[in-house]
């Protein structure tokens, strides 16, 4: 895929590939092929070697055999100084891959009278090409001309014809010029290597040193525009570009277990995806290093490797504290799976940090890296740098596939979501480690701020060390609040000696009630036996009232009947 | 013997102050006069070009007028022999270069300006130069 891309491009403009770390990348394949480019900077800056390495490279890696005619140091010093990074110059020179000049300058010994050109030296360069077929050829530092002969009219235009020359040659040169007052070189070469310019850049912030390269300009290609941090170590030059990487890597949806089963159940049940990035953040003493233990000892039982940046404890102190809860490192480190690296972040630079770890993480391969803390790198305010480092630390082991953990002290003062770094963009699963104050003592809660790609639980959890590892446990969750620790038993008995109070009023009402309803029934039980004796009085009375009425009628029509009334149909109406 | 003297002597002159040049050039005016030194000029061009031919007229002309019948020209076209452009470090073409008497003395240019070239062959005191420059 990074061939087919760098083919593409080719189409466009050929290039020479230059093997050094990094750069072929953010050049989109290498310098212009067949072309000049300007490698200029300041004094110590790299610009021989990185122009030394080109020519090696090209020998070694791309069979170009290449020359490098230098202006100011001797043959034997370069071969010395160059043999520190592996550069076997007398080898290379007796295979004829490579051909140091030496030419000498000093203007003492010359006098000009009348007009003169450069031939000699375009005779020399030619003799150097035609003697092994060159392909790339170095010029160091072609200014020192300036210095060594008078004249600078014509050595303008004379070095404008060299160049032009060797672009006819068809050779790919690297110039080196030292950078000037407010311009990139100090005679204006960069008026005639028009093609591409590098400008290398030594400075020092905070007592450690950054180089830096950028790609000023490069004509007929597109090239990462950034200042890009650069290393020159016992392997040579290399650039470490962040956009180059980009962000195509491969996901992995394997879930590895965190250590804790509690927390892989808070994440979906199943724990980080495995190349991931984790990080755990809090304040002191809330137990980072301790996840991150447990993180490692989960790892080592399944047979992972795992390498662990310390950078505030020793590997010895570490082991000795983890034992306390109940995890043991030492034997994993004994059998290798677990490879400790202790360094004090103030030893090196970051850009050296990065590039040893990248190196340390090739060299031992491993399946989780752990950082503790990341935020030991922030002197000072070179937030950004931390983060970028970061970030390309993060790309690449994403590229790798590689699980990372990382721990982030929070000063207390902070609003716990602001880590130091500000990498919280880079991170994917997001525990955060918490104190809670309450009743004179200080708990740990947990809770996930965010994992992606995953349903993640939303609960706070509280966090305790037991001398058996890490152990989550609900919080009391209630209309108090959130509580933990003593506070939350103690709400929790009170809880329940409250409840019991309920159920004990609640019994009690129902039992009056039950005899409120027995002492109603009994008294309607009793009216109504009142209500049916009175009714029986009653009706009889209403018989008796009746059998009297009859009997006073009958008596009536008897009475009539004999005193022979005639008014008849007036006593009829009482019947 | 007397060569290897003037050669010590003629490095103290350089790294010393104006008076030591003039003494030395008074000897070689001298020496000059007298005709015991012989005179080994060697002057490098690149194939047959305006600038070369120019070079050689002015140096013979030169010659001729300071250093009649003690001097030896030697013509070298790095075009046929390139190697000697190598090792002899040169780089300007035409370069004279004055090989006898010592120390060797370069001179690059066509050699157009005579006095220019009188100082660098240390035939005239660079003071000379003075009002020119």
């Not at chain 1, 009743?439 to 037991?466: A, P």
């Amino acid at each position: 895929m990074k061939k087919e891309e760098v083919q593409s491009r080719r189409k466009v403009l050929p290039k020479s590939p230059t093997d050094i770390q990094g750069l072929d990348e953010i050049t989109g394949g290498g310098l212009p092929k067949g072309r000049p480019t300007l490698v200029c900077g300041g004094p110590g800056c790299g610009k021989t070697l990185f122009a030394m390495e080109f020519l090696v490279r090209g020998a070694t890696e791309f069979n170009e055999p290449g020359v490098f005619i230098s202006f100011e140091e001797t043959e034997e010093e370069l071969t010395a100084n160059v043999a520190s990074l592996g550069f076997d110059l007398d080898s290379l020179r007796k295979r004829k891959k490579i051909w140091l000049e030496h030419i000498h300058v000093e203007r003492s010994e010359v006098e000009q009278s009348g007009e003169y050109d450069l031939e000699g030296l375009f005779i020399r360069i030619h003799e150097a090409i035609e003697s092994i077929g060159a392909k790339r050829i170095v010029l160091d530092t072609l200014e020192s001309l300036f210095s060594g002969l008078p004249n600078p009219l014509i050595l303008r235009s004379e070095l404008r014809r060299l160049l032009h020359w060797l672009k006819k040659k068809g050779v790919t040169t690297v110039v080196t010029a030292e950078r000037g007052d407010g311009t990139l070189t100090r005679q204006g070469l960069e008026e005639y290597v028009s093609d591409c310019v590098i400008l290398l850049d030594h400075r020092v912030t905070d007592e450690s040193s950054i180089r830096r390269l950028r790609i000023v300009k490069y004509r007929g290609s597109t090239h990462g525009t950034n200042e890009y941090p650069f290393l020159i170590d016992e392997d040579g030059f290399s650039v470490l570009p962040v956009t180059s990487l980009g962000l195509n890597y491969s996901s992995s949806r394997e879930r590895i277990s965190s250590g804790i089963p509690r927390l892989d159940t808070m994440l979906s049940g199943k724990g980080y995806f495995r190349g991931s990035t984790v990080l755990v953040s809090g304040t002191a003493g809330t137990g980072k290093t301790s996840m991150a233990a447990q993180f490692v000892e989960a790892a080592c039982k399944r047979g992972e490797r795992v390498l662990f940046f310390t950078f505030e404890e020793s590997p010895s102190q570490l082991i000795r504290n983890m034992r306390s809860i109940g995890i043991s490192l030492e034997p994993w480190e004994k059998r290798g799976l677990l490879q400790f690296q202790a360094t004090r972040p103030t030893h090196y630079g970051l850009e050296t940090h990065l590039t040893t770890s990248i190196k340390m993480i090739n060299k031992l391969k491993p399946s989780v890296v752990i950082l503790d803390p990341i935020n030991a790198f922030v002197l000072g305010d070179n937030q950004t740098e931390v983060k970028t480092m970061l970030l390309r630390l993060v790309d690449f082991l994403k590229m790798k596939g590689i699980t990372a953990f990382f721990t982030s002290l929070t000063s207390a003062g902070d609003t716990m979501e602001n880590t130091d770094v500000y990498i919280s963009s880079l991170i994917d699963t997001w525990l955060l480690l918490r104190d809670i104050e309450i009743g004179g003592e200080r708990d740990r809660g947990l809770y996930v701020l965010k994992s992606r790609g995953m349903e993640h639980s939303n609960q706070i959890r509280e966090f305790r060390l037991t001398n058996r590892g890490i152990d989550l446990l609900d919080v009391y969750v209630g209309a108090e609040g959130v509580l933990t620790g003593s506070a939350r038993l103690s709400q929790e008995t009170k809880d329940d000696a409250e409840q019991l109070l309920h159920k004990q009023n609640i019994e009690r009402k129902q039992f009056e009630l039950e005899r409120k309803r027995e002492a109603m029934e009994a008294q309607i039980v009793m009216l109504r036996s009142e209500f049916e004796a009175e009714e029986s009085e009653a009706l009889k009375v209403i018989e008796i009232e009746k059998t009297r009425n009859e009997r006073f009628a009958q008596d009536k029509s008897k009475m009539a009947k004999s005193r022979k009334a005639d008014a008849n149909t007036k006593t009829t109406g009482t019947k | 013997m007397k060569i290897k003297h003037e050669k010590s002597k003629a490095r103290r002159s350089k790294t010393s102050d104006g008076s030591g040049h003039r003494r030395l050039v008074e000897r070689r005016k001298r020496a000059v006069k007298s005709g015991s030194d012989k005179w080994i000029l060697r002057l490098y061009v690149a194939g047959q070009t305006n600038k070369a031919v120019t070079a050689l007229n002015n140096l013979k002309l030169i010659c001729e007028e300071q250093l009649k019948d003690r001097y030896h020209i030697e013509v070298i076209d790095l075009l046929k022999n390139p190697k000697l452009a190598r090792d002899n470090q040169i780089l300007a073409v035409p370069t004279l270069v004055r090989k006898l008497p010592l120390p060797v003395r370069n001179i690059i240019g066509d050699l157009s300006d005579k006095e220019r070239v009188l100082v660098g062959l240390d035939l005239i005191e660079r003071s000379a130069l003075l009002g020119k420059q």
